[in-house]
């Protein structure tokens, strides 16, 4: 699982969506110096943190505020929706009726029994975009949110140890695609064969 994520204002995009204009990436920055380096958490009904995404409603890719998790019957999923099984979606190609990318310089897990918690990044601090799914859902007091689920696959060898899942990272090269091609099982099973190169570069150390 994948319940937490930084966004650091002083990355390089190396690894970003391919058609991303110097707009999207300064927009991102700045709203990572205001964030002011708090780690990127589930959205709840009381602390109301949007959190960055990118989406492509047009020609062009834009970021847009969103809500992580799903809401149904205006409040917050009883079933655990922040991430989603990249297997499940296979399954049901539906659920890829929508997506997006999420944008981050690490995220965080715990290795169990030891209750370690490792952050991992790419390449030592690269942006990199995880695949999400998105739905929108309505809050208790009416306001409309564009909703995400971040989707795991099975972690690569060398990180398996720490955790058996993570991100479903997507390569810049494949990024129009992720964002545009029809939702069917195809561009799942793209992404995911995909994903492995970037995969392959990712490092975990412990935090303090």
Known sequence: MCASYGLDPRFTDSEFIAAADESVLEGLRVWAEQNAGETLRPTGKNLRN???IVVQPD???????AWWGFLIGGEPSKFPSINTRSERL????????????VPATRWYEMQKPQRIWH?????????????????????????????YSIVMRPA????????????LL?????????????PTREIIDEAI???????????????D
């Open 193 to 207: 064969i995909a994903s492995d190169e970037v995969a392959a570069r990712v490092s975990a150390r412990a935090r």
């Open 119 to 147: 952050e991992f990044l790419v390449d030592d601090g690269a942006l990199f975009g995880m695949a999400a799914v998105t739905q929108r859902g309505r809050a208790a007091d009416g306001a409309w949110f564009t909703c």
């Open 50 to 52: 949007l959190n960055p």
């Open 59 to 65: 020609e062009a890719p834009v970021i847009e505020p």
């Open 90 to 101: 296979q399954d049901r190609p539906g659920g890829l009726k929508t997506r997006a990318i």
């Open 170 to 182: 997507i390569p810049a090269s494949l990024s129009h695609d992720w964002l545009t091609a029809e």
């Open 156 to 167: 690569p060898d060398h990180l398996a140890e720490l955790h058996d899942r993570m991100p």
